[in-house]
């Protein structure tokens, strides 16, 4: 049996699916990731110093504006075959169930309707000061500038700097998020870990608490992380979101068609 046959087996045997997603899944909807490096703009910056606290409290235009050119590059952007790939494979009878690091909303522009935002989002930002939840007025500024500074809109009740409602490095997850991932996980079959280099913590845990828990679990990255070799539940599938994605639902569907 071929990796893709074996994947292809426990998902088609699987009520339940979860699916964890990373920025890799994005990529080709020109969303880069951190691994690729920065490039254009913000070349030369750092994410893990522009994604905290600290950072928003020493240059709050710096990273407001970096999170404004982020929303605005979201906003342009459109799901890719991996994303609606994922969105297929719930027509297929079996529940599926996305948690994603990623802070913009392809899943949903895909149509996944289950979607857990472990990072939260670029779209719902909130008070720094008082962390009431906040509504965007449309932005009158297309970020096209090297380092563009950019002073963060006022909260409406106590006039704090909005901030965006993302998790930052060293922040907890949102309320609440970590059990319902830890739900979701106890209760499937298959987890699908796609394009994270699993890194980041706690999210990084996943495959390895649903594989201590006997669950299949499918790697999906354009490297090989050299996972999977020696297991019978753990499959590694190196290449691109789209064409994995595509190629494992296309393989499910004709099985579904001959039950
Ligand atoms: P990461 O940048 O650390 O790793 C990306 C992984 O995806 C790498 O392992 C890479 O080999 C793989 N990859 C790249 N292109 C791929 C493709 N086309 N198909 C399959 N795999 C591919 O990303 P991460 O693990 O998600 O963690 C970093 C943090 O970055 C997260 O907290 C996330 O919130 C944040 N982030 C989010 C976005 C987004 O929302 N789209 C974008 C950049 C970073």
Redesign the pocket.
């Known amino acids: 049996m071929t990796d893709y046959e074996q994947a292809v087996k426990a998902l088609i045997e699987a009520k339940k699916i979860v699916v964890s997603t ?7 909807s020109g ?6 490096g920065l490039t254009g703009l913000w070349a030369g910056h750092n ?1 893990q110093y522009l994604e905290t606290a600290n950072a928003f409290r020493e240059n709050p235009q710096l990273v407001w504006g970096w999170y404004l050119w982020r929303r605005q590059q ?1 906003a342009r952007a459109k799901p890719n075959a ?1 994303h609606i790939a994922l969105h297929q494979m719930a027509t297929l009878g079996r529940k599926v169930s996305i948690i994603t ?4 909303d ?1 899943h949903e522009k895909a149509g996944s309707k289950e979607v857990l935002h472990l ?1 939260g989002s670029l779209a719902t930002p909130q008070c720094f000061a008082c962390h009431r939840p906040a509504v965007l007025a449309a932005d009158n500024v297309q970020v096209t500038d090297f380092g563009a500074l950019i002073e963060p809109p006022r909260c409406k009740k106590c006039n704090g700097k909005l901030r965006p409602g ?1 998790v930052w490095y060293g922040e907890e997850l949102p309320k609440g998020a970590w059990k319902t991932a830890m739900s979701l996980i106890k209760d499937c079959d298959v987890l699908v870990s ?7 913590t706690p ?1 990084s845990d996943l495959p390895d608490i649903a594989f201590g828990l006997y669950k299949t679990v499918i790697h ?4 090989d ?1 050299g996972v999977g070799e020696h297991e019978l539940n753990e499959i590694s599938l190196v ?4 064409e994995v994605l595509t190629r494992l639902y296309s393989m499910m569907s004709k099985e579904v068609q001959t039950q």
Do not use: C, F, M, W
């Open positions: 990373g920025a890799g899944i994005s990529q080709e969303i880069p990731t951190y691994r690729d994410p979201v991996g690091q990623n802070i913009d392809l990072h993302v796609v394009g994270t280099s699993g890194i980041v999210a999906v990255n354009t490297i992380q290449g691109k979101a789209t």
